[in-house]
């Protein structure tokens, strides 16, 4: 690849982001394209602790601005020292959520402000956006009875056990963000079957990776 390409794939929880960047990470390993695969929060080692804070601590009740701050301290970290210098070598790389997670749940769903969240997120990643953000569209209706599959109640996040208005108010983020910015954002209804799903991503990113090695 003559430069990296970088690709987030967004959604609610139970969306199947994980379902869906396995298909694509097998893909992409049959076609010998050098790429990595990462997350967010929890792409570094400072990262996998802010996420043990963020997804396992409910007792810690950690306020919405706190919150937003421990999403961008994880960022800045894996942008310097994964992201950007993968990019930099060439590689595709896959996050699981990035900046515009940070904007519907702590910026819309908390009620800090897109603006805001926008602002510190753009320091944190240095500028370097998504070249696609794939959001895998979910009703709320179907969270609970997709992110409690093979759970039990003890080891369910604070962020799964959200009440379904919560997760329509995030879901109409989304959206909205994706209606703002269709160039980027490509939204892909995330209760088709889980092959329809995979090959409605490979054709937005099939093209991506030949016009980045022609």
């Not at 050098?34 to 802010?50: A, C, K, Q, W, Y």
């Not at 992201?83 to 997670?101: E, M, N, Q, Y």
């Not at 794939?134 to 209706?141: G, K, N, V, Y």
């Not at 994706?178 to 892909?188: G, M, N, S, T």
């Amino acid at each position: 690849m003559r430069k990296g390409l970088f690709i987030s794939f967004e959604g609610l929880d139970g969306a199947g982001k994980t379902t869906q960047l396995q298909l694509l990470h097998h893909w992409l390993e049959q076609r010998g394209v050098d790429f990595l695969r990462t997350r967010e929060p929890g792409g570094t080692p400072l990262g996998v602790e802010i996420r043990r804070l963020l997804l396992e601590r409910a007792d810690l009740h950690v306020t919405p601005l706190a919150e937003a701050f421990l999403f961008q301290a994880d960022r800045a970290q894996h942008f310097a020292t994964v992201i950007v210098p993968a990019l930099d070598a060439g590689k595709l790389v896959l996050t699981d959520r990035c900046f515009d997670s940070s904007m519907v749940y702590q910026g819309a769903a908390r009620g800090l402000g897109t603006d805001l969240i926008r602002r510190l997120s753009l320091l944190a990643m240095g500028g370097r956006v998504p070249d696609l953000t794939i959001l895998l569209d979910l009703d709320p209706a179907k969270v609970h009875s997709r992110t409690a599959e093979g759970k039990d109640r003890a080891h369910r996040t604070h962020f799964d056990q959200a009440e379904e208005a919560f997760h329509r108010t995030l879901r109409s983020a989304f959206l909205a963000l994706a209606q703002a910015h269709p160039e980027r954002i490509k939204v892909i209804d995330a209760s088709l079957p889980p092959d329809v799903v995979h090959a409605h991503i490979i054709a937005l990113i099939e093209p991506l990776l030949q016009q980045n090695e022609g």
